[in-house]
Nanobody, 114 residues
Framework: VQLVESGGGLAQPGGSLRLSCAASGFTFSSADMSWARQGPGKEREFVAAISWSGREEYYADSVKGRFTISRDNDKKMVYLQMNSLKPEDTAVYYC????????WGQGTQVTVSS
């Protein structure tokens, strides 16, 4: 199993970023997927999830209305469009299957600051 996140960086409050996750080593098209994040000094927390078909999406209350999860089963990719970013969104973002594999990718750092 390999999960490779990318697309993080520095954004200003109110800005946008799009995260990508390339998955391999498992049957992606039948796997529910999710994004989680871990802020400085905090536990890893759920951000968003998407069903294997892409028809169902779930979001943490803290990101609902601002973030959108999507997937491309042909490309084995999961995305997280993040809009109206806030400083409290600063974290390392990870993707994983839902329920998660024991091993996680390296994550991608998102920093929201002016």
């Amino acid at each position: 199993v390999q999960l490779v996140e990318s697309g993080g960086g520095l954004a200003q409050p109110g800005g946008s970023l799009r995260l990508s996750c390339a998955a391999s080593g498992f049957t992606f098209s039948s796997a529910d997927m999710s994004w989680a994040r871990q802020g400085p000094g905090k536990e890893r927390e759920f951000v968003a999830a998407i069903s294997w078909s892409g028809r169902e999406e779930y979001y943490a209350d803290s990101v609902k209305g601002r973030f959108t999860i999507s997937r491309d089963n042909d490309k084995k990719m999961v995305y997280l469009q993040m809009n109206s970013l806030k400083p409290e969104d600063t974290a390392v973002y990870y993707c994983n299957r839902n329920p998660p594999f024991a091993s996680w990718g390296q994550g991608t750092q998102v920093t929201v600051s002016s």
